[in-house]
Nanobody, 123 residues
Framework: QVQLVETGGGLVQPGGSLRLSCAASGNFFVINSMGWYRQAPGKQRDLVASITNGGYTTYADSVSGRFTISRDNSKNTIELQMNTLKPEDTAIYYC?????????????????WGQGTQVTVSS
């Protein structure tokens, strides 16, 4: 019902910056929240940052102060500005959206995931 396309990943040196973008499209009534998750090889997928429709943000302790999430509700897009990147930030970054599918059912919320984009921090 919702398709998510992530862009902006790549290779960067420690201390550098990257900006990830995620655009949502498809058939839905409204998106409740969107966020970024990451998964390194052999590790579980963890929350990096999220933002609600009302603008409330949540950050993982490991990225707080370095990463900033933003949202444009009119365009159904989010961005993740990543500064002072560290090698331990290396992972596949996934965009997720939690959305209400139909106006007729206010309790029907679902999740959709993007395909992921690789972020590699190495010298």
């Amino acid at each position: 019902q919702v398709q998510l396309v992530e862009t902006g990943g790549g290779l960067v040196q420690p201390g550098g910056s990257l900006r990830l973008s995620c655009a949502a499209s498809g058939n839905f009534f409204v998106i409740n929240s969107m966020g970024w998750y990451r998964q390194a090889p052999g590790k579980q997928r963890d929350l990096v940052a999220s933002i609600t429709n009302g603008g409330y943000t949540t950050y993982a302790d490991s990225v707080s102060g370095r990463f900033t999430i933003s949202r444009d509700n009119s365009k159904n897009t989010i961005e993740l500005q990543m500064n002072t990147l560290k090698p331990e930030d290396t992972a596949i970054y996934y965009c997720k959206a939690n959305y209400r599918l139909r106006y007729s059912d206010p309790y029907d919320y679902s999740d959709s995931w993007g395909q992921g984009t690789q972020v590699t921090v190495s010298s």
